[in-house]
């Protein structure tokens, strides 16, 4: 998790000091996927859905591969569910699928780390 952590800490800081934020234009028509690359990354997450909790229980055995493929599959549902909600409430009842799209991805490298531990 140190370094998910350090990578998001350092992706920040680069954006921020290598953008010229005078030039930064707001609701730019590219800030948004087009609908191709939307349902191209939507295939990824649907294969994310499929092989990430066989991924997280690869080196484990007996019990605790099924606890690690139950709670990873429980992370991706609660962050997907959440995303869903939070998407829906903060863009005036219209689903964003960046949103779902990250959400599943957080949801699956959160619980990388402690996924055999009982949640």
């Known amino acids: ?5 350090f990578g998001a800490y350092f992706g920040v800081a680069a954006s921020l000091v290598l953008t010229d934020m005078k030039k930064v234009k707001r609701d730019s028509k ?3 996927g087009s609908y191709n690359s939307n349902l191209i990354a939507m295939v990824g997450t649907i294969f994310l859905w499929c092989f990430w909790p066989s991924f997280n229980g690869g080196l484990t055995t007996g019990n605790t ?6 709670n ?4 991706l549902s609660g962050s ?4 869903f909600a939070f ?3 903060f863009n005036n009842g219209k689903f964003e699928m ?7 991805l957080a ?12 949640q």
């Open 87 to 89: 998407s829906s409430l």
């Open 98 to 104: 960046e949103d779902v799209l990250n959400a599943t």
């Open 80 to 83: 997907c569910i959440s995303a």
């Open 107 to 118: 949801g699956g490298v959160v619980v990388g780390s402690t996924c055999d531990m009982m």
């Open 30 to 32: 590219y800030e948004k």
């Open 72 to 75: 990873t599959t429980l992370a």
């Open 65 to 70: 591969q099924m606890r690690v493929i139950v």
């Open 1 to 5: 998790m140190y370094v998910h952590t």
